[in-house]
T-cell receptor
Framework: DAKTTQPPSMDCAEGRAANLPCNHSTISGNEYVYWYRQIHSQGPQYIIHGLKNNETNEMASLIITEDRKSSTLILPHATLRDTAVYYCIVRVAGFGNEKLTFGTGTRLTIIP | GAGVSQSPSNKVTEKGKDVELRCDPISGHTALYWYRQSLGQGLEFLIYFQGNSAPDKSGLPSDRFSAERTGGSVSTLTIQRTQQEDSAVYLC???????????????????FGEGSWLTVV
């Protein structure tokens, strides 16, 4: 019973920005939004996380709406190696050990 | 090591045999998780360890599955009397633990290993 909704698949042209949406309308005030990706069946790779402010790191940007009911992961210049399944996950801020509950994610395909 | 290490990376076993999968978490990480992913399916939580607390076994699919964590570090997932439906990649992950409600930092991120591919024939 994942608490997020994502489109099952998306395409993006190589070199363009990939914008992956996620709905989390039932998110609680103490829940963070996390993004992971999984290439083939390798172990999931952490991308970014945030609470309510927009976040940016070397991999991506995370835009969270003011009401926190949705967010967008932005890969600014997509490459072929960004082809993967992207998971949006909400995680409560407890002790920092709360497990992740994965949904079905978005399969992003980067088109040459 | 720098990341979560799992062994073996691949294992083929005959139906009915027992298998053990090993996980070495990132040094200093007190929380350890096991997940599995069947072909074409999502990630399924199995079990979670945190320090000396009783493990959260709520995701184990049957009593054929068990796991232990010795000395708060290395963990072993054991599957007894393997069945063909046990074929999957078994993923281990670890994280640091901080105080209740403190802002989740990158230090609390859950990091995954590359998994152990299990094929039951």
């Amino acid at each position: 019973d994942a608490k997020t909704t994502q489109p099952p698949s998306m395409d993006c042209a190589e070199g363009r920005a990939a914008n992956l949406p996620c709905n989390h309308s039932t998110i609680s005030g103490n829940e963070y939004v996390y993004w992971y990706r999984q290439i083939h069946s390798q172990g999931p790779q952490y991308i970014i996380h945030g609470l309510k402010n927009n976040e940016t790191n070397e991999m991506a940007s995370l835009i969270i709406t003011e009401d926190r009911k949705s967010s967008t992961l932005i890969l600014p210049h997509a490459t072929l190696r960004d082809t993967a399944v992207y998971y949006c996950i909400v995680r409560v801020a407890g002790f920092g050990n709360e497990k992740l509950t994965f949904g079905t994610g978005t399969r992003l395909t980067i088109i040459p | 090591g720098a990341g979560v290490s799992q062994s073996p990376s691949n294992k083929v076993t005959e139906k009915g045999k027992d298998v053990e999968l090993r996980c070495d978490p990132i040094s200093g990480h007190t929380a350890l998780y096991w997940y599995r992913q069947s072909l074409g399916q999502g990630l399924e939580f199995l079990i979670y360890f945190q320090g000396n607390s009783a493990p959260d076994k709520s995701g184990l699919p049957s009593d054929r599955f068990s796991a232990e964590r010795t000395g708060g570090s290395v963990s072993t997932l054991t599957i007894q009397r393997t069945q063909q439906e046990d074929s999957a990649v078994y993923l281990c992950a670890s994280s640091l633990v901080s105080g209740w409600g403190t802002p989740l930092s990158s230090g609390n991120t859950i990091y995954f290993g590359e998994g152990s591919w299990l094929t039951v024939v």
